[in-house]
């Protein structure tokens, strides 16, 4: 599939939205990620996998960028997206 495709996926557009801003303190972040966790494990093929991971892993290195922006880089919130992501990559 392509990028744009996999990218621009309604469902997707609208779980990310609802996430916006909301990974820049403790109480929400952990949710975030579990939210984003069960949007994983519903995949129904592994194409639908690849296509979610992509996507989660897209908007988490958003999320880091937004924390360079903030001056967050190395903070423990940058560090669980960190962790996080890096479970899906390999």
């Known amino acids: 599939m392509k990028h744009h495709i996999i ?3 309604v469902d997707w557009q ?3 939205i609802s996430l916006l801003g909301k990974f820049v303190n ?3 972040i952990d949710t975030n990620l ?3 966790e069960n949007y994983i494990l519903k995949a ?3 194409q639908d996998l690849h296509d979610r991971l992509f996507r989660v892993i897209n908007l988490l290195n958003a ?3 937004g924390f360079y922006g903030m001056k967050l ?3 423990d919130l940058d560090k ?3 962790q996080r992501r890096n479970i899906y990559i390999v």
Do not use: A, H, P
Request: avoid cysteine; glycine fraction near 4%; proline fraction near 0%.
């Open 7 to 9: 990218i621009y996926d």
């Open 14 to 16: 609208v779980l990310r």
């Open 26 to 28: 403790k109480d929400e």
């Open 34 to 36: 579990n939210t984003l």
């Open 44 to 46: 129904k093929t592994y």
């Open 63 to 65: 999320v880091r960028m």
């Open 73 to 75: 880089i190395g903070s």
């Open 80 to 82: 669980k997206i960190i």
